[in-house]
């Protein structure tokens, strides 16, 4: 016999689309709806875009509730399909629960500055002029690759990876596999280093090479930091983020389906 969630708190985020605020507008109803910090699970309605800033909002907060999240975007890879509300507390209850953990990354500026965010996706380095970027790949302290001459290079979580990730050829990995994704994007030397598969114990560095003649930018997510100087990403394994999704339709399953699209 399956267990169902019983939360007596629930709150309510909805994007500034005329979509998700049409469904918000619905779901008034339905339930006595409570702020985000006094809640015990949160219902979004939107896109993965907006499903990532609900979870960096909890992340900002300190408090991280599960998250149900009822597409209304375009791909919606994080979301459940979207249905009127009137079996939205059976589907809550019968939501099968998913955790991901995110990765933190603690940027050095040029200045000599840093700056430490949390990317549930993945960790982007990308060339900020038409100049190639020249980066230096450390895994563990140990060099790896001491010049890589590319647009780019990123690190990504498997719930990222069927992102950006897989966009610049790289690898998709199934939930659970405790790994990370080390994926170059346009590469040109090493000309035929496609990307590594990393335990996700392990920590990446990247140090920018000839910066002032090719600056880099950092992206984890959705928020950019601009003349990057290096990078130490690693999994934030106690800011772990608890994911609902309908029996059937969970992530687990969208990864090994997306596997197997022409």
Known sequence: MSVRNTFE???????????????????????????LDQADAVIVLGGDGFMLQSLHRMLDSGRVIPAYGMNLGTVGFLMNRYRDGKKLLDRLARARSFSVAPLIMTATLQDGSTEVHCAINE???????RQTAKIEVSVNGKVRIPELSCDGVLLATPAGSTAYNLSA???????????LALTPISPFRPRRWRG????????????????????VAAVADQRELR??????????????LTLLFDPGHSLDERIVAEQFIA
């Open 123 to 129: 960790v982007s380095l990308l060339r900020e002029t």
């Open 169 to 179: 050829n790289g690898p998709i990995l199934p939930l659970g596999s405790n790994m």
């Open 9 to 35: 708190r629930l709150a309510l985020l909805a994007s500034d689309t005329p979509q998700a605020q049409e469904a918000c507008g619905k779901l008034d109803d339905v339930v006595d709806w409570v702020p």
């Open 196 to 215: 590594a598969i990393l335990p996700d114990r392990f920590e990446v560095q990247f140090r920018v090479l000839d910066a002032d003649k090719r600056p």
């Open 227 to 240: 003349d990057i100087a290096a990078l130490n990403i690693q999994i934030a394994a106690e800011r772990e």
